[in-house]
């Protein structure tokens, strides 16, 4: 009856570990996804100009771990082999702040997304909420996700996690949808399993990954229970269309050559997912209709995700390198503003990095045993990312100047003619190649116009949620009451004694001053 469907799991089940990047390359070929790009049928991802920049940015990963392990691997405590850091669910804040060391590393290698930290998170948050769905329910999900884990440190496979429906009518909640596809939800039950259909947006890695953890992607009603669905299931799985997303400047990457496209070898990935009717056998069902915990989920997950931002702190060193570079070709990298500006853009910069890891360090376990980055240093982090890499962007133009958006093409430079006379007028200082001014130009207008300007700059807008909803959290978490009370006390208007101050510091100070006595 479902045969089809259940080969997908028993082929991904038994696929091989990778270990490599060459091994993750050779794991995506060969896969039949349904994939449309520019209106056609992608046979094979791996071969298309425009997708596989954004594999080998996925495969830096592996090779991060091969050379630094004591960055970018961990021991798996179910294989007690090596595996990826991305595939760790974090039991102390150390933990958790080698995953964001990590990930300001795999920023500066690639200047890009590197699309793996979504799944990263998702299983972080996945272990605390499926433990605390069987302590209220007495369910077996948390036993299901440490199973599908154990099979995950197996392969050393990459997980994609897709949270963002297409939502609709965003004044209605899923089950008031005219069309009830705006939300993923479960369309028919059996024995077996369930099937799921919907659709989900802005999908980052997801063709480059190997399994796809689907979640939702808001708080639920009773009335949501169909839409309160956690699983996993292979990435070629019967029933799934994947539509690839357009990116500014991306047929840069068809027309041959290296220096017009800015980041020849590294680039992201997002995708809309369509769900047609596809099979999830139970094993791989991680919640079913408890919607009283899709807040839980949403919120831990984007608390992971919010801190995990310090990635755009690895591609802001890529930014502010090739703006001093490009100060330099131009010859005024001594004057005092070109200085200042550089210092601004670092300042910048590594504030966003600096709420980030403190959001790790300050990390505290749930009772799965998991850690929990600290949720208001998360959201600060998330927030300052929403802004700082745009003024980032708009100093590297600044300092690269008008070049940067009106260079002539790769094919004038190489001219038989014109090419000299380019190399001619557009050279900077006398001792730099005009061709690596031009490559430094590039790479500037890639990141702040071009391909990789999703990754740093769309993204940190509305990646892990947009600017209000990292403000409502900030709201929520920022204990305005305590504050009011050490002003009051402070100003003589009341007196407290210290042992009731404490009483009232709420969560957040409360594990602050902890954290601080230990």
């Not at 060969?30 to 994939?35: P, S």
């Not at 996925?58 to 082999?81: I, M, Q, R």
């Not at 010859?331 to 200042?340: N, T």
């Not at 200082?429 to 031009?438: F, G, L, S």
Request: aromatic share 8%; net charge neutral.
């Amino acid at each position: 009856m479902i045969n089809s469907e259940i080969k997908a799991f028993q082929k991904a089940e038994e696929a091989k570990k990778i270990v490599s990047s060459l091994d993750y390359i050779e794991s995506l070929k060969n896969r039949n996804l349904d994939i449309y790009l520019f209106g056609e049928n992608v046979i094979e991802p791996v071969d298309h100009p425009i997708i596989r920049p954004s594999i080998n940015a996925v495969a830096k990963t592996y090779d991060l771990a091969n050379e630094h392990p004591e960055l970018a691997a961990v021991t798996s405590p179910y294989t007690g082999e090596k595996i990826s850091r991305f595939l760790n669910v974090c039991t102390s804040a150390n933990e958790l702040v080698l995953q964001n060391k990590m990930q300001r590393k795999l920023g500066q290698l690639t200047g890009t997304c590197f699309q793996r930290c979504v799944g990263m998170d998702a299983c972080n948050a996945l272990h605390s909420v499926t433990y605390e769905i069987d302590q209220k329910y007495n369910s077996n999900y948390h036993k299901r996700f440490l199973a599908f884990l154990k099979l995950m440190h197996e392969k050393n496979c990459v997980i994609g996690g897709a949270m963002t429906d297409v939502k609709g009518d965003r004044s209605l909640l899923p089950h008031q949808q005219v069309d009830p596809d705006m939300f993923v939800h479960i369309t028919k039950r059996t024995r077996d399993g369930i099937f799921v259909s919907g659709a989900k947006a802005h999908q980052t890695g997801c063709i480059n990954s190997h399994w796809l953890i689907i979640m939702p992607t808001m708080r639920l009603s009773d009335a949501d229970k169909e839409y309160a669905i956690v699983g996993a299931l292979p990435v070629d799985s019967p029933g799934i269309a994947y539509i690839y997303g357009r990116q500014s400047c991306d047929t840069r990457s068809m027309e041959g050559g290296s220096i017009d496209v800015g980041n020849a070898t590294f680039g992201g990935q997002e995708a809309m997912v369509i769900f047609d009717k596809v099979f999830i056998p139970n094993k791989y069902i991680f919640m079913d209709g408890e919607h009283d915990f899709a807040s839980m989920l949403v919120e831990r997950f984007t608390t992971y995700h919010r801190r995990s931002y310090v990635c755009k702190t690895g591609l802001g060193d890529v930014m502010i390198g090739a703006a001093a570079a490009i100060a330099e070709y131009n010859g005024i990298e001594k004057a005092s503003h070109i200085k200042d500006k550089l210092v601004e853009m670092t300042h910048l910069n590594e504030t966003i990095y600096g709420t980030g890891i403190a959001s790790s360090y300050q990390g505290f376990p749930t009772a799965s045993g998991a850690y929990l980055s600290d949720p208001m240093l998360a959201n600060v982090c998330k927030h300052h990312v929403t802004k700082m890499p745009y003024e980032i962007g708009r100093l590297a133009q600044d300092l690269a100047g008008g070049l940067v958006a009106t260079l002539p093409s790769e094919k004038e430079l190489n001219h038989p003619k014109i090419g000299k006379l380019i190399r001619k007028y557009l050279r900077g200082k006398a001792d730099v190649p005009t061709e690596d001014r031009i490559r430094i130009l590039r790479l500037i207008e890639n990141m702040t116009l071009g391909r990789n300007a999703v990754g740093y700059l769309t993204e940190s807008m509305h990646g892990a949620g947009s600017p209000k909803a990292q403000r409502i959290l900030i709201g929520r978490l920022m204990q305005t009451e305590y504050k009011k009370r050490l002003a009051r006390i402070l100003s003589g208007i009341e007196t407290e004694t210290p042992s009731n101050l404490t009483e009232e510091m709420g969560s957040y100070f409360a594990r602050v001053f902890k954290i601080d006595a230990n």
